[in-house]
């Protein structure tokens, strides 16, 4: 669907990136082949993304490294930048710059937003390119298999009305992390709903393949929840709260209780911290099998990296307190090596794992 072709919704799109490399190329071509005003906002790339971006004919707005960069930052700067150039426009497409449209999915979401004018947000499965590479690609995947239908949040890639983001201000650019939820519930709160469509939106790469990487992406989503707890964690939104007191209690108290208490109770502890543990992990696996339909191997597998990451959570919620406590402002937080080269990148191992 062109932008100009419906006369009920103009549509622009914003990318954000940052060392994309041809990734960045596959994701604006995805964009352009619908839309005819598409801005890519650079957030300090050191690769060739800003040379990509200009070949390809977009509008290419590199960010001033003054004031530190946020994916909110972006994401305003491309919707100021889009509306100078096309201020009719009234429905945007977010996309990050490591992810691809799927064809057809922006007309299928304008015209969901046209029929239901009390939706803000529209969003869909965001699907891994490359599941199978390796366990981490396999989680991710599983991890943006989220219930269909209204929800509370979105992720970095929706379509959303302009006066809706008008009405709210935007993204909230302080946040380095968990600034799509925050945003959603500010536009829940201002009377607007956001929709989760049961078709694909985007394919994503997650490039990742150690261990060390997904540890700094879970710290990075408990600093988001810690972030969105303080800022909505009162009543009656209660915000990132259950999250917060999950990596509370299964991150920091019940491995404390067991350590401290196996002395006096003669190791009896750390059998019952165990079996906390095996016990959480059957009920994740459950759960998964049930309402995912997933396998047996899948279930287990999220299980186990759901159960993990309750640490480095947990380290992300304590960096998140620092610095509310010190008033210092946390940096961006990256868990890729943005110094290797697309080349370098793929040729690293991503073998399928068991």
């Not at 990596?247 to 067991?258: E, Q, R, S």
Request: proline share 3%.
């Amino acid at each position: 669907m062109n932008a100009s072709a419906n006369p009920n919704a103009k549509i622009g799109g914003v990318v954000i990136g940052r060392n994309e490399g041809e990734r960045l190329r596959a994701c604006i071509a995805s964009l352009v082949q619908d839309l005819e005003v598409v801005v890519y906002v650079d957030s300090g790339s050191t690769d060739n993304s800003l040379g990509i971006a200009q070949e390809m004919g977009v509008e290419a707005v590199e960010l001033d490294t003054s004031a530190g960069f946020t994916a909110a930052r972006a994401r305003n700067t491309g919707i100021r930048r889009l509306l100078e150039l096309s201020p009719n426009i009234e429905l945007i497409q977010f996309v990050d710059g490591d992810c691809e449209v799927v064809e057809g999915w922006i007309a299928n979401a304008a015209e969901f937003l046209l029929e239901h004018p009390d939706v803000a947000v529209v969003c869909g499965r965001r699907r891994e390119r490359y599941p199978q590479r390796n366990w981490y690609h396999r989680v991710t995947d599983m991890e943006w298999d989220t219930p269909i239908g209204e929800t509370q949040c979105c992720g970095g890639d929706a379509l959303i009305r302009v006066s809706a983001l008008g009405q709210v201000d935007g993204y909230r650019e302080t946040l380095i992390a968990g600034e799509e939820p925050e945003l959603c519930v500010r536009l829940r709160r201002a009377g607007w709903k956001v929709w989760r469509l049961d078709r694909d939106m985007t394919r994503h790469d997650i490039r990742m393949s150690s261990f060390w990487q997904w540890w700094k992406r879970t710290v990075r989503s408990g600093y988001a929840y810690a972030e969105g707890a303080r800022l909505h964690g009162d009543l009656p939104e209660r915000h990132c709260v259950k999250e917060i007191r999950s990596i509370g209690f299964w991150g920091v108290l019940l491995p404390l209780a067991g350590l401290c208490l196996a002395w006096p109770t003669h190791g009896l502890s750390l059998l019952i911290l165990v079996a906390m543990y095996v016990w959480l992990f059957l009920k994740i696996s459950r759960c998964r099998i049930k309402s995912r339909n997933d396998s047996l191997q899948d279930a287990r597998l999220y299980a186990l990296s759901c159960i993990v990451s309750k640490w480095p959570q947990a380290i992300g919620v304590l960096e998140s307190l620092a610095h509310r406590l010190t008033g210092s402002r946390g940096a961006l937080m990256e868990y890729r090596d943005s110094t290797l080269s697309d080349n370098h990148r793929h040729s690293a191992d991503y073998s399928a794992r068991p």
